[in-house]
Nanobody, 118 residues
């Protein structure tokens, strides 16, 4: 069965760095993505990694600060977050979909909480 499990969230000071991990099991997908949701706000797109092209795209709010990557051998997806801001505080979700181009993200992890302080 397909399963996505996030880890790596926690408390970090503004300006600091944090790396989130997503363990994917069951199959490979065309798109691997990170979304986030802050209290009282809609869930928003953060970053996507497309397979097999290996292309990436980012939300304007995180571009230049966040990096999404995939370890093919381990079937792990990562989100390296640098220069963190208070506005980055949210629950971060790993998601996947069959297509690298379009369609709903069918599979989701349970989320990992990131809190940026000061």
């Amino acid at each position: 069965q397909v399963q996505l499990v996030e880890s790596g969230g926690g408390l970090v000071q503004a300006g600091g760095s944090l790396t989130l991990s997503c363990a994917v099991s069951g199959r490979t997908f065309g798109s691997y993505a990170w979304f986030r949701q802050a209290p009282g706000k809609e869930r928003e797109f953060v970053a996507v990694f497309r397979w097999p092209a290996g292309s990436t795209n980012y939300a304007d709010s995180v571009k230049g600060r966040f990096t999404i990557s995939r370890d093919n051998a381990k079937n792990m997806v990562y989100l390296q977050m640098n220069s963190l801001k208070i506005e980055d505080t949210a629950i971060y979700y790993c998601a996947a979909r069959p297509s690298p181009i379009s369609g709903s993200y069918n599979y989701w992890g349970q989320g990992t909480r990131v809190t940026v302080s000061s």
